[in-house]
């Protein structure tokens, strides 16, 4: 352990469910638990999401799965990136579920899943540009998949590219892009194959097109109490993590003094600064240097003079009465800034910030 802690509050997380379900109804949700559960732990918040009645989990990668599955998850797992050729035997063996979008991967994968019956998801690009085949080849590639006997299709998908944007013509396009996609998932029926769970909306398809759901929804970022846009609000999800330290050091700094390499930083009075020991490389962004407020006693007190690799800075007033080991809050619920506050500040999105919280910041669990 150390001062440093990223807590993980598993109840607001499962509030967020909670929430997110009343909103779509019987609609069934897969949890996205990908980059560690965007900073926050893998296995502990899988399980957390399904115990609160979550139906899939989804991972980027196949060591991600494998984490999963060697914690005794045993829920069916989508793996949301495609795995080299190498990887294919593993996919198989720890029962992941693939993407598919072309024929050729389709044929890789039938041949590693010799001797079984492996379940996978069809990909349809509708524009993302991502991964997935032409919505005029999903039938084609359907069949070819539902020729091989060791490939189960269980479920299709597509990906919204900017169901998160309210200007009216990312909207019309986005209506366009749900009403092509459930054609597609129509043609693939009309010729006699299942298509398995149908999905397509993230967090912003959650909040504004409930044409998206289908039978089941994604949501990220709204998980774990982040919007998916600054341009949407008013949906009452909590940040899951906040991050945590103590005030390690306390001196004295006289008016004209400076803090921290490259001197950004000038007292313009005397005050009394105390040092964090938390840095960029902890996850705390190099670039909110002088940008940022930590939370003090429930007040917010800027941090001052460039972030270091391990420590910070931060510039307590005149008369402080903080002490030396006390706690503060470097993000978190209100009042303390957010993760979005930090994502703003930086010109990013709060998905980066929580991701960078690195390894060697432990995470608690309450």
Known sequence: MRATQ??????????????????????RMLAPVKADAYGHGAVALARAALDTGCFYLAVATTAEGAELRYAGIDAPIL??????????????????????????????????????????????????GRLGCRPEDAVSLARFVDSSPHLDITGTATHLEISDSLNPSDVEYTLRQIEKFQHVVESIRKDGIHPGVVHAASSAGILLYAEAYFEMVRPGILLYGYMPSSALKNFPVEPVMELKSNIVFIK?????????????????????????????????????????????????????????????????????????????????????????????????IPYEITCNINKRVPRVYR
């Not at 807590?7 to 019987?26: S, Y």
């Open 79 to 128: 793996l949301l990136s495609l795995p080299l050729p190498e990887e294919l035997d593993t996919v198989v063996s720890l029962n992941l579920t693939p993407l598919i979008g072309d024929t050729e991967f389709a044929s890789l994968l039938a041949h590693a899943a010799t001797g079984r019956r492996l379940s996978v998801h069809l990909k349809i690009d509708m524009g993302m």
């Open 252 to 348: 004295k700094v006289k008016k004209g003094e400076s803090i921290s390499y490259g001197k950004t930083w000038t007292a313009s009075e005397d005050t009394t600064v105390g040092t964090v020991p938390i840095g960029y490389g902890d996850g705390l962004p190099r670039l909110v240097s002088n940008r940022h407020a930590i939370l003090i006693h429930g007040k917010r007190y800027p941090l001052v003079g460039r972030i270091c690799m391990d420590q910070c800075m931060v510039d307590m007033g005149r008369d402080s009465s903080i002490e030396r080991w006390e706690e503060v809050t470097i993000f978190g619920a209100k009042p303390a800034l957010s993760v979005a506050d930090i994502a703003d500040i930086v010109g990013t």
């Open 6 to 27: 990223a807590v993980v509050h598993l109840d607001r997380f499962r509030k967020n469910i909670t929430l997110i379900q009343e909103k779509i109804g019987n609609c």
